[in-house]
């Protein structure tokens, strides 16, 4: 099979780097494969070098404010948690170096790359982190990644030890949120259908990209960044429910500064890391789309377009619309929970799939357990911090609700795609009714509902009192939302420590 000279050219203009004579060629595919995904490498690397907050449209940067205040919210609750503690416990006797700080609850000072492994293992251990939207059904909503937090704890890590502003912070934050999210569109969905979790691979390059953009690296050595970037890049879906989950953030920030840093020493790696047939989108995905990647990085920013989900809930997105659903019954026929006799919940794999706990045994598997969601908000009507601890799971109540929520595949909403979330859910009352909510596919949190600025300052409120006060909560909201006038950005630092 051969490619049409009009898609190549398409191609080739979108990727000026690409040979040109090989445009009016009749073109094997596996030439024109590896012309084009060396176009990828080049666009972005492209794009991390030139790319400055001046030209960014004000509304990105306002919008990516927002991803901040909520990104430091989920960091400093997760960073209270047992599993956040063991990864502190193991950055303390690692590193003497005393670059950047490990935010929260135990705070400490260590390398750039052990602050950045730190804060985003805490930024993702509760699952309570923003998620990326898919652009068409068939781009599965799992598929696309925690976008704020590898950018984010790569970015401060790498600022803070070179005392840089909040307005050089910030742009490379959000360059690294850019290039992960093309990167995570790009890519086939069997990246993450296969068992890859996105968050952990594909965050590794949002981790290099603002590391690189803070480090002023040229053209040469981003490139070779990239490369190896990809043979770090790892996570997968198994440990979904466990530690290693946040850990796959934690690990993609680490290693993307990793990545920076030995390639601004000099280290090499392969030509092209994205492109080819040992390429990552290759290798990863088994193939690519460029026409969401090289014509599209910066117009329009993902974060704006279809931008990201803040989370009204504690644990995957993907039960966010369904919990919704259930609050809704609970609340409006004031169901209480003697009266319960059996829930139903249909959806399509998408959601099924990775909520794969039929009886949740502790707080993590919780977060993956569509059971265990129903059981909370028929228990307390809330399932918020409070209740994703290990002794609501364990208690009588919760274990002997969960066995009355039956999940079932429902071929009918697989067949509409998995760009949005669908589901319905059924309650089965002792009294012999059978009240049915659909879920809103406007969920909360999304663009459809975004959360007012009262709601985002109230869900990071929440999360901080875990570990400060409130007049320290204020002046840290407050130095968040204008950290393009810091000149330090070692003064949120502070403010956040």
Not at 483 to 496: H, K, M, P, T, Y
Request: one cysteine or more; hydrophobic letters at 45%.
């Amino acid at each position: 099979m051969k490619i049409s000279r009009k898609n190549f050219l398409k191609l080739a203009a979108a990727a000026p780097l690409l040979p040109r004579a090989l445009a009016g060629a009749d073109v094997t595919p596996k030439k024109v494969e590896k012309a084009a995904i060396r176009g990828a490498t080049d666009a972005l690397t492209a794009f991390i070098t030139k790319t400055t907050l001046a030209s960014m449209p004000a509304d990105v940067v306002a919008q990516g404010k927002r991803c901040l205040v909520d990104g430091f919210g989920v960091i400093l609750a997760g960073s209270t948690v047992k599993g956040s503690a063991i990864v502190r416990d193991y950055v303390r006797v690692l590193s003497a170096k005393k670059e950047a700080t490990g935010i929260g609850a135990g705070g400490l000072m260590t390398s750039a790359a052990h602050a950045a492994l730190l804060n985003a293992a805490s930024g993702h251990a509760m699952d309570y982190d923003d998620t990326q939207l898919s652009t068409t059904p068939d781009r599965t909503f799992g598929l696309l990644t925690h976008p704020t937090v590898p950018a984010l704890a790569a970015a401060l890590a790498v600022a803070e030890r070179q005392h840089a502003s909040g307005a050089a912070f910030l742009e490379a934050f959000l360059v690294g949120f850019e290039v992960e999210c093309k990167i995570a569109e790009a890519i086939d969905p069997r990246h993450y259908n296969s068992g890859f979790h996105s968050t952990g691979t594909i965050g590794t390059f949002a981790g290099a990209a603002a590391a690189a953009k803070l480090m002023n690296m040229p053209a040469v050595q981003v490139r070779h960044m990239l490369t190896i970037a990809s043979s770090m890049s790892s996570g997968i879906r198994v440990n979904f429910g466990s530690m290693t989950k946040p850990l796959h953030s934690a690990r993609a920030a680490e290693n993307g500064v990793v990545a920076a840093e030995l390639a601004s020493r000099g280290f090499t790696g392969g030509d092209d890391g994205l492109d080819g047939q040992w390429g990552f989108f290759q290798v990863f995905g088994g193939g690519v789309d460029l026409d969401r990647l090289i014509p599209v990085l910066g117009r329009p920013y993902t974060i704006l377009n279809p931008g990201s989900s803040f989370k009204p809930y504690p644990c995957g997105s993907l039960s966010h619309p369904t919990m919704d659903a259930m609050l809704a019954l609970v609340t409006e026929h004031d169901v209480r929970p003697e009266q319960v006799k059996a829930v139903r919940v249909r959806a399509g794999s998408n959601v099924l799939d990775p909520l794969r706990y039929k009886i949740a045994t502790n707080e993590l598997e919780a977060k993956f357990c569509l059971p265990f969601l129903m059981a909370s908000l028929i228990l307390r009507r809330r399932a918020g911090v409070r209740e994703f601890t290990d002794e609501f799971v364990a208690s009588g109540p919760v274990q002997q609700m969960m066995p009355r929520v039956t999940n079932i595949f429902d071929p009918k909403i697989e067949a509409q795609g998995f760009d949005r979330i669908r589901s319905v859910v059924e309650l089965d009352l002792i009294d012999g009714r059978t009240v049915v909510q659909a879920a809103d596919e406007r969920y909360r949190g999304g663009p459809d509902k975004p959360f007012t600025p009262a709601e985002l300052r109230g869900k990071f409120a929440d999360c901080a009192q875990l570990t400060m006060g409130s007049a320290r909560i204020a002046n840290a909201i407050d130095q968040i939302e204008r950290v393009d006038r810091l000149a330090d950005i070692g003064a949120l630092v502070r403010a956040l420590a």
